[in-house]
């Protein structure tokens, strides 16, 4: 969820529930006062009604308007001195219906009788004022939302503009280029800030890929020197005289443990260059025409094992680094001849999604470490770094490379997205 629309649900359902509890206390707050005002003019009508009995020393005839009534009754019981305010309904002798009142109940003293006046006045007008101001209310509340989400969709996104900018600087910013990320100029601090941030972070990476491709091309200039001259020393002494079988013995393992030892340092220096994209040079490939390729080239270690190989293969193109894609296929291809048995089966399958390799084998226990570094079988020979050569090329394009076992048969299936 982007950063605006997070603040435009968060800030829009806080207005809702403070414009509620507002327009809530608003209400009541209008209709408490239209009740006073109504209760003033009972008042009112009680004190002229007091005054009248105490001057003529008789009651006022019973009244009744459109908006109010008066009516008298004897009191109920031993009842002298009533005075409350009720909410009631009244007949409305126009309209000839039901509506809605305040009354007042209260007594009056008259030539030592007590006497129950109601005094009845309409709410209508009041209600119909009240039903007004809250329709107004809800129209400035939904004219107030409706402008909060226009002022946030289009006010926000041009003031988050510039940092959608930098941000989509420094997702096409490649190391490799030496490119400088381009400043957006803004007037907003924050933004300025981060502009110097990003920029100080790139060149800190340019330097430090400079660094490590320099301790790259120096540690393998450096360390294949020595090795091709144990290697150069060991054809020069394996020709200058006969040795005993126990010499010749040391000597093969001399030879071996120096392959292996040029072999881990190719390998480990690949690794390096694959995880700090030091290899770009990227094209187009016909992956079906890559593996047919690649299958001519096992076919000899194929019969030799006996191995029957199963191929579907269907066109699919792929944009990357022909040495890489090479390397991954020949892992692959090479970790399925390992770790076969004899007169076993490897499936090849193609298709516009996934590349599928799979073999027969036996059941291995590393599988939650298949594409972990110096990571394998006891009974492999291997330096245990091709499974992680592939993890990385994939990583670096962007694919998938996942490892299953079913019954007998080993998977790795790498999903080309």
């Given at each position: 969820?982007?950063?605006?629309?997070?603040?435009n649900?968060?800030?829009?359902?806080t207005s809702?529930i403070?414009l509620?509890i507002t327009?809530?206390i608003y209400?009541l707050v209008?209709?408490?006062?239209l009740t006073?005002?109504?209760?003033?003019?009972?008042?009112v009508?009680?004190?002229e009604i007091r005054q009248?009995?105490?001057?003529?020393?008789?009651?006022?005839l019973?009244?009744?308007?459109l908006?109010?009534?008066?009516?008298?009754?004897?009191?109920?019981g031993?009842t002298?001195?009533?005075r409350?305010f009720?909410?009631?309904t009244?007949l409305n002798p126009?309209?000839?219906e039901?509506?809605?009142?305040?009354?007042l109940?209260?007594?009056?003293?008259?030539n030592?009788k007590?006497?129950?006046?109601t005094i009845?006045k309409?709410r209508?007008e009041?209600?119909d004022?009240?039903r007004?101001?809250l329709?107004?209310?809800?129209?400035?509340?939904?004219l107030?939302?409706f402008?909060?989400l226009l002022i946030n969709?289009?006010?926000?996104n041009?003031l988050?503009?510039?940092f959608y900018v930098?941000?989509n600087?420094?997702?096409?910013f490649?190391?490799?280029?030496?490119?400088?990320?381009?400043?957006?100029?803004t007037?907003i601090d924050e933004?300025n800030?981060?502009?110097?941030?990003?920029?100080a972070m790139a060149?800190?990476?340019?330097q430090?890929y400079?660094?490590?491709?320099s301790f790259?091309?120096n540690?393998?200039?450096e360390?294949?020197?020595?090795?091709?001259?144990?290697?150069?020393?060991l054809?020069?002494l394996?020709?200058?005289?006969?040795?005993t079988e126990?010499?010749g013995?040391l000597?093969?393992?001399?030879?071996?443990?120096?392959g292996r030892?040029?072999?881990?340092?190719?390998s480990?220096l690949?690794?390096?260059?694959?995880?700090?994209?030091?290899?770009?040079?990227t094209?187009?490939?016909d992956l079906k025409?890559?593996i047919e390729?690649k299958i001519?080239?096992f076919?000899?270690?194929?019969?030799r094992?006996?191995?029957?190989?199963?191929?579907?293969?269907?066109?699919?193109?792929v944009?990357m680094?022909?040495?890489?894609?090479?390397?991954l296929?020949?892992?692959l291809?090479?970790?399925?001849?390992r770790?076969?048995i004899?007169d076993g089966r490897?499936?090849?399958?193609?298709?516009?999604?996934?590349?599928t390799?799979s073999?027969t084998g036996?059941?291995l226990n590393?599988?939650n470490?298949?594409f972990d570094?110096?990571?394998?079988?006891?009974?492999?020979e291997g330096m245990?770094?091709?499974?992680?050569i592939?993890?990385?090329?994939?990583?670096?394009y962007g694919f998938?490379i996942?490892?299953?076992?079913i019954?007998?048969?080993?998977f790795?299936?790498?999903?080309l997205?």
């Open positions: 969820m982007k950063l605006s629309t997070r603040y649900r968060v800030n829009i359902i809702i403070v509620i327009g809530i209400y209008i209709h408490l006062i006073n005002k109504l209760d003033k003019d009972l008042a009508e009680e004190n009248y009995t105490h001057t003529y020393k008789k009651l006022p019973p009244a009744t308007y908006d109010q009534q008066i009516s008298y009754s004897s009191p109920k031993d002298t001195d009533v409350e009720s909410y009631t009244y126009k309209e000839k039901q509506e809605p009142g305040r009354s109940v209260t007594t009056v003293n008259l030592g007590t006497i129950v006046v009845t309409s209508v009041s209600e004022l009240v007004i101001i329709l107004i209310t809800l129209g400035i509340t939904m107030l939302l402008s909060l969709r289009f006010v926000l041009r988050w503009k510039p930098v941000l600087r420094m997702k096409a490649e190391v490799t280029r030496m490119d400088n990320i381009k400043e957006e100029p007037r933004f800030e981060l502009n110097k941030s990003v920029n060149e800190k990476v340019k430090d400079k660094e490590l491709k790259t091309d540690a393998s200039h360390m294949m020197t020595p090795l091709a001259v144990i290697n150069s020393k054809d020069s394996l020709q200058t005289e006969s040795f126990q010499q013995a000597l093969e393992d001399i030879y071996q443990a120096t030892l040029s072999r881990l340092h190719q480990l690949l690794l390096a260059k694959i995880e700090n994209n030091l290899i770009s040079d094209e187009e490939i025409e890559m390729a001519r080239q076919q000899e270690l194929f019969g094992d006996g191995l029957n190989v199963e191929i579907k293969l269907s066109e699919r193109k944009t680094s022909r040495y890489l894609a090479d390397i296929l020949n892992n291809f090479s970790n399925a001849v770790h076969n004899n490897i499936s090849l399958e193609l298709t516009s999604e996934k590349l390799i073999n036996k059941t590393i599988h470490r298949m570094r110096f990571s394998k079988s006891t009974e492999s245990g770094l091709g499974l992680a592939s993890k990385q090329i994939c990583n670096l998938n996942e490892y299953s076992h019954e007998n048969m080993h790795f299936s790498i999903y997205g």
